[in-house]
């Protein structure tokens, strides 16, 4: 059983509350015409649908001709290339202004000789405010993108910086933050501007394999911000014949397939991440979809030199180990792994060269695909994990691994195979995998995908006893694979049966066909959070999986406790989780408590998402609010 203090209680409740907007009792149809408190406009049409999408058109017209008139300098405002007012169409002004309306009522009118006709209408209170939202969440972006910049998250940092910048297109008031004195939007291009500048991208070796006719060639390459690596990034490269999109820097890493050695190769940094903001921010979307100039910066794009000095193409495997390869990435990520495990309980791994044998033969297997050599080295359980990973993701080896062995108890952890994913539709994640092998059996009984090392780092930073923090990374490793796996069988088995589970799905609006967004832009987002069982949420995850070709969740920002005394082999976190699929994709804050008295048999008793970060959820908090009973934690 669980028991919580009552402001948490509160918050429990506060959060599976939906807020309605009570728009009071609606006005009659000749008060709406007449009276100057509202601002309407009628839409005719032969449906109903039709004459409701018309007086919207007409209302957001109507906004953008005030829009207009409001700007004093139109080229400033809509774009940092100069596209003038007259160069936009008048549906696209419609669509940004569609972004400022909200609280919208409306009025089906009688037929009229066949005619369907809706009145659309706005308080002039509303209309008058309708940029005051849009202010605050350019504030809120800009503030977020500073915290991101602090932080080194540098793909978050230019994202939200590039979303701040587009809603100020389209605001023509003068936007007021401390310490930004050369304004808002200024101040989002010299950000961005700074941050590309210090992305370097350089090619440390190339591997060219004969048997492969469509893509010969595998460029490695190292990708730094300010001389470390770039913890998370997407890029688009130029192959040898066209561009390949959306790809995914891990830790610094990437390896591009190339058709044929371009010297330089174009590669450039995403900054404003289109499809994101379909699903993230309708206003955001909606404007860069207007407006082409505002989707790049200059920055952004870079010339690379394919072969530096000291590089070239090799028919053998490229060994990013040896000596003659100069890598800053692989160099750092070293000394931070040592950094971190120079404590830990067991490096002292007995059987150890036989266990780096058995790595050495994964790997070679995963560059030949030859899988059926290696099967022996799997239970049936591990084999069935590894199958997956290969089947849907069509891996390739990123770096040479540099094995990490550590001990615990009778499991040995071997870090790690670095391996790019690749998925239907161009979708590239990279990834480490880790192999768990039972010191019993000398074989292979779990796979998993590691956290960032960023991640791995906060964690390994705890003032705890090295067997908790290993135990705490282990579990995460585990939970985040299932659900890149979509592993429902063991995601079941890890929620406790009296599980307290919320969680929240953001409900956008869909067009009704292609390039119709006024009714879209309209509607507002809506976040629903539900209160499940542990049944109705495995229900729900096992129909979501059936629908997505890929899932891929990635956390940072991590904080974590542990219970001591009557509370030891309690943990909590409360991560920001980012959550990306072929069809889906949202961001938001995850809490799980765990309970992990038993080692080999963690149970989730909370799991919480919200979109937003709530304190009442704290790791710190969630192990200080619960509180053990004689049933169980």
């Known amino acids: 059983m669980l028991k919580y203090s009552k402001a948490v209680l509160s918050t429990l409740c506060f959060i599976l509350v939906l807020s309605v907007h009570h728009l009071g009792a609606q006005p009659s149809l000749e008060e709406v015409m007449t009276d100057k408190n509202y601002v309407c406009k009628i839409g005719e049409g032969e449906t109903l649908e039709q004459a409701d999408k018309a007086a919207l058109k007409l209302l957001a017209t109507h906004s953008a001709e005030i829009l207009v008139n409001d700007i004093h300098n139109v080229k400033e405002v809509f774009t940092h290339k100069g596209v003038s007012y007259e160069e936009i169409s008048q549906d696209e002004l419609a669509v940004i202004s569609n972004v400022y309306l909200e609280n919208v009522g409306r009025i089906v009118m009688s037929d009229v000789e066949g005619a369907c006709k809706v009145v659309r209408y706005m308080t002039q209170e509303d209309f008058a405010h309708r940029f005051d939202k849009c202010i605050e969440q350019i504030k809120n972006y800009v503030r977020t993108a500073q915290d991101n910049l602090a932080d080194k998250k540098i793909e978050a940092a230019i994202r939200n910086f590039a979303w701040a910048f587009a809603l100020t297109k389209s605001c023509p008031v003068d936007i007021k933050m401390p310490g930004i004195e050369s304004g808002v939007p200024q101040y989002c291009i010299e950000q961005i501007n700074n941050m590309l500048s210090q992305v370097d991208v350089k090619v440390i070796g190339i591997e060219k394999d004969a048997d492969q006719q469509t893509y010969p060639y595998r460029v490695f390459a190292d990708v730094t911000w300010a001389g470390e690596p770039v913890e998370s990034l997407t890029y688009h490269y130029f192959d040898g014949s066209g561009f390949v999109n959306d790809q995914k820097v891990k830790d610094g890493r990437v390896v591009l397939e190339m058709q044929s050695l371009v010297d330089p190769f174009d590669f450039q940094v995403e900054c404003v991440y289109m499809n994101l903001a379909r699903m993230l921010d309708q206003r955001v979307s909606a404007i860069l979809e207007s407006h082409e100039s505002l989707r790049s910066f200059e920055g952004a794009f870079k010339k690379v030199k394919t072969k530096p000095k000291g590089v070239k193409a090799t028919t053998k495997t490229f060994d990013n180990t040896s000596s003659k390869v100069k890598s800053v990435v692989d160099d750092q990520l070293e000394a931070a792994h040592n950094n971190q495990f120079m404590f830990t309980i067991d490096t002292n791994v007995p059987k150890e060269e036989q266990y780096l044998e058995m790595m050495k033969n994964v790997e070679t297997a995963l560059r030949k695909g030859n899988l059926a050599s290696i099967k022996d080295y799997f239970s049936p359980v591990a084999w069935k994990e590894f199958n997956y990973i290969v089947a849907s993701g069509n891996p390739r080896i990123v770096r040479t691994p540099e094995y990490k062995m550590i001990k615990l108890d009778t499991l040995v952890m071997c870090k790690s195979i670095p391996l790019k994913l690749k998925f239907k539709g161009g979708n590239s994640f990279v990834e480490d995998v880790c192999f768990r092998i039972s010191a019993n059996s000398d074989k292979i009984v779990n796979v998993a995908y590691t956290l960032s090392a960023r991640t791995q780092e906060m964690i390994m930073s705890m003032q705890w006893e090295d067997r908790a923090r290993i135990l705490l990374i282990n579990f995460l490793e585990d939970y985040r694979t299932a659900y890149c796996l979509k592993d429902i069988n063991y995601i079941e088995k890890i929620f406790a049966n009296d599980a307290y589970i919320v969680t ?130």
């Open 504 to 633: 929240g799905k953001i409900l956008r609006p869909r067009p009704s066909k292609k390039g119709d967004r006024a009714d879209v832009v309209m509607a507002k987002e809506t976040v629903v959070y539900q209160r499940k069982s542990k049944g109705e949420y495995i229900h729900s995850l096992r129909e979501s999986f059936r629908g997505k070709e890929f899932v891929n969740i990635q956390f940072d920002e991590c904080n974590a406790a542990k219970g001591f005394k009557e509370k030891e082999g309690m943990y909590a976190v409360q991560m920001r989780q980012h959550y990306y699929s072929d069809n889906y994709a949202d961001q938001g804050w995850l809490t799980l408590a765990i309970d992990m008295r038993q080692d080999k048999d963690p149970l989730i008793k909370v799991r919480v998402w919200q979109q937003e970060k709530n304190d009442d959820y704290s790791a710190e908090t969630m192990i200080e609010e619960t509180i053990s009973v004689a049933t169980g934690i």
